[in-house]
C-alpha cells in the first residue's frame, strides 16, 4: 500500500501496512485482514510470482526514452500546443523546474521498483515465520531481481546524480525523513555488486522472453562501466556479451515490429501487452501498454484499411538536425524518422490525410515506434503492446568498440571491427567502414551510437557522459544540467538535498 507522505516507497506491497503489528502481542491481523504478511513468501510459487512483480516498474519507465531524446538533439516535445503535456516542453526548453511531473514519475517508479526487490532481498534466506523456502532455480531467480534493482538505480543516477540508496529492506512508515542522498559513486558500487552477483548466477538464456540473462546483466554492467569511465573492465565484459548467441538482423526496420520483438539482437527489452486492456487516464504510464508509442504517432492521420498506421499525439519530434545527420544510403534514416509527406506522396492510393503537428513541427515521426493498427486494445491510446528496446547487440558492439578504444591499451583494428559491422548492415556494403583511428575513431563512434540508437532514449545520456552536450545542445548549463532536479515534493516531505543550481 502506497503512503501518501513518502514518495520513495511508491506503491509499496501492500504487507507494507503491517509493518509493526507484531508488537501488539493480542492482536491478530487475521481478525481485520484476510491476508497479512505473514502469509506472503510461504512457497516456491509465492517467490516467482512476487519476483515477476517486480519488473512491473519497469514499465512505468517509458517516459524516460521519450525524455532521453527530447532533452537532446535529437528530437523536440512537439504536441498540440506549448502547454500540451507541459511537463516535456519544459524539459525540451531547458526551463524545467524541481515541480515536473515527468521528472517525478521517474523516480518513483524506479524506487518502487528498488523497494519491491528489497523486500525479497530481505527474505531470501528466510520469511518473516522464520521459515527458509529452498527449490530449483532460487539463486537464479535472485539474480533476476539483482539485475533490476541495478536498472533502477542505473536509472536514478542517470537522471538525478546522487540519490537515496538502500538494499536490505523494503522501506516502512519509521523510515519517514530518515534516509538522505549518497553520492553517485556509493550508487555505481552497489550497481556494480549487484550485476556481478546477477552474472555468478544467471542462465545465458532464458525461455522465457523479457526474463533477464546472463549476458543482459554483462551488457548493462558494461555500459555501467562506461558511464564510470572504467574502460577496461567495460572492455573485457562487453567482449563478452559480443561472442554471444547475439546477431545483427539483416533488415533494419524488421527489429522495431512486433515480429521483431526478443529477437537475434535483443539483449534485454521492456516487455508490454495488453492482455488485461486498461482505461485509467489517472496512470497513464502504469499500464501494461506503452505510452511512449501513442506519443510519437501522427496527430489526425487517416487513410485507407489498407494503411498500416495508427493515430498519436504528435510528441517526441524528430529534429532535421538528426534526419539530416544520416549519410545518403543508409538505411537506418527511414526507419528511424518518418516523413510522413513523404509517405503520402509515394501512396496516393491510400488516400492518407493528417493534422500538421500543430506545435513545434519538424514534419518528422519517431519511425521505430510509430502506433499501427491492430496492436492495441482496451482504450486505444493506452495499450501499445510494443517493447521498449533497452540493450541491442548493435548498441553491446558500439559500446564494447568505445572502450576498446578508450582503455589503456587500444586497439583500433578491434575496435574499428565492431564498428563497421554495424555500418556494413546500414549501408548494405562494406564501401563505409570507418578507417580512423584514436580519437577522430573515437569520434567516429559516438556519431554512429546517435545514427543507429536514434529516438530511442540514450542521446542525452550520451552526450553527458562524452562531455558533448554544452555544444550540441541549446540551452545547455555546465554544472547544472548534466542531471535533473530532485522532485520538489520528494525533498519537501524527505528533507533530502537538491542538486547544484536548481
Given at each position: 500500500m502506497k503512503s501518501n507522505k513518502i514518495?520513495?516507497?511508491?506503491?509499496?506491497?501492500?504487507?507494507?501496512?503491517?509493518?509493526?503489528?507484531?508488537?501488539?502481542?493480542?492482536?491478530?491481523?487475521h481478525d481485520e485482514y484476510a491476508i497479512t504478511e505473514a502469509d506472503y513468501l510461504k512457497t516456491a510459487d509465492d517467490y516467482k510470482t512476487m519476483a515477476v512483480s517486480c519488473y512491473t516498474p519497469l514499465q512505468w519507465l517509458n517516459q524516460?526514452?521519450?525524455?532521453?531524446?527530447?532533452?537532446?538533439?535529437?528530437?523536440?516535445?512537439?504536441g498540440e500546443n506549448a502547454s500540451d503535456v507541459l511537463d516535456l516542453q519544459q524539459i525540451d526548453d531547458y526551463t524545467a523546474t524541481p515541480v515536473n511531473g515527468q521528472l517525478e514519475e521517474i523516480w518513483k517508479a524506479s524506487y518502487e521498483g528498488i523497494n519491491r526487490v528489497n523486500y525479497l532481498v530481505q527474505y531470501k534466506d528466510a520469511n518473516i515465520a522464520g521459515e527458509k523456502i529452498e527449490f530449483s532455480g532460487k539463486e537464479a531467480l535472485y539474480g533476476e531481481l539483482y539485475f533490476i534493482r541495478a536498472y533502477d538505480y542505473f536509472m536514478l543516477v542517470r537522471f538525478f546524480g546522487d540519490c537515496v540508496l538502500f538494499t536490505d529492506r523494503k522501506l516502512g512508515v519509521a523510515d519517514f525523513g530518515t534516509l538522505q542522498r549518497v553520492s553517485k559513486t556509493e550508487v555505481y558500487a552497489q550497481i556494480e555488486t549487484d550485476l556481478k552477483a546477477a552474472i555468478n548466477v544467471l542462465p545465458p538464456t532464458n525461455s522465457q522472453p523479457g526474463r533477464v540473462t546472463k549476458f543482459a546483466a554483462q551488457a548493462l554492467l558494461g555500459k555501467v562501466l562506461l558511464y564510470e569511465e572504467k574502460f577496461d573492465e567495460a572492455a573485457a565484459v562487453l567482449?563478452?556479451?559480443?561472442?554471444?548467441?547475439?546477431?545483427?538482423?539483416?533488415n533494419f526496420g524488421d527489429i522495431f515490429l512486433l515480429s521483431g520483438e526478443n529477437g537475434p539482437e535483443s539483449v534485454f527489452e521492456i516487455q508490454y501487452s495488453n492482455g488485461s486492456p486498461y482505461y485509467n487516464w489517472g496512470g497513464v504510464t502504469r499500464g501494461q501498454?506503452?505510452?511512449?508509442?501513442?506519443?510519437?504517432?501522427?496527430?489526425?492521420?487517416?487513410?485507407?484499411?489498407e494503411m498500416p498506421y495508427g493515430v498519436g499525439w504528435s510528441t517526441n519530434l524528430p529534429t532535421l538536425d538528426l534526419a539530416n545527420a544520416y549519410e545518403a544510403g543508409d538505411k537506418r534514416k527511414d526507419e528511424t524518422v518518418f516523413d510522413v509527406e513523404a509517405y503520402k506522396t509515394a501512396n496516393p492510393a491510400l488516400n492518407v490525410t493528417y493534422q500538421v503537428a500543430p506545435y513545434k513541427n519538424t514534419g518528422l515521426y519517431n519511425k521505430k515506434y510509430l502506433p499501427m493498427k491492430g496492436q492495441t486494445s482496451g482504450q486505444v491510446e493506452l495499450n501499445y503492446a510494443n517493447n521498449q528496446r533497452i540493450i541491442r547487440y548493435a548498441?553491446?558492439?558500439?559500446?564494447?568498440?568505445?572502450?576498446?578504444?578508450?582503455?589503456?591499451?587500444?586497439d583500433d583494428a578491434k575496435s574499428q571491427g565492431y564498428l563497421n559491422q554495424v555500418r556494413k548492415r546500414a549501408f548494405g556494403?562494406?564501401?563505409h567502414n570507418i578507417t580512423a583511428t584514436g580519437t577522430a575513431l573515437k569520434q567516429a563512434i559516438w556519431d554512429e551510437r546517435r545514427l543507429e540508437l536514434g529516438m530511442e532514449g540514450d542521446r542525452f545520456f550520451d552526450l553527458v557522459r562524452t562531455g558533448q552536450a554544452a555544444a550540441k545542445i541549446t540551452g545547455f548549463q555546465v554544472g547544472k544540467n548534466e542531471v535533473f532536479p530532485i522532485p520538489q515534493r520528494e525533498r519537501d516531505i524527505s528533507g533530502i538535498t537538491q542538486n547544484p543550481n536548481w
Open positions: 514518495i520513495l516507497m511508491g506503491l509499496v506491497l501492500i504487507a507494507s501496512i503491517f509493518t509493526g503489528c507484531s508488537k501488539w502481542i493480542d492482536f491478530n491481523p524516460a526514452m521519450v525524455i532521453g531524446d527530447i532533452a537532446s538533439d535529437n528530437a523536440v516535445s512537439g567482449d563478452d556479451v559480443v561472442k554471444g548467441p547475439f546477431s545483427l538482423v539483416p501498454g506503452n505510452l511512449a508509442v501513442q506519443q510519437c504517432g501522427v496527430r489526425g492521420l487517416n487513410g485507407s484499411q548498441d553491446v558492439l558500439l559500446m564494447a568498440a568505445e572502450a576498446i578504444n578508450r582503455s589503456s591499451a587500444p556494403d562494406e564501401l
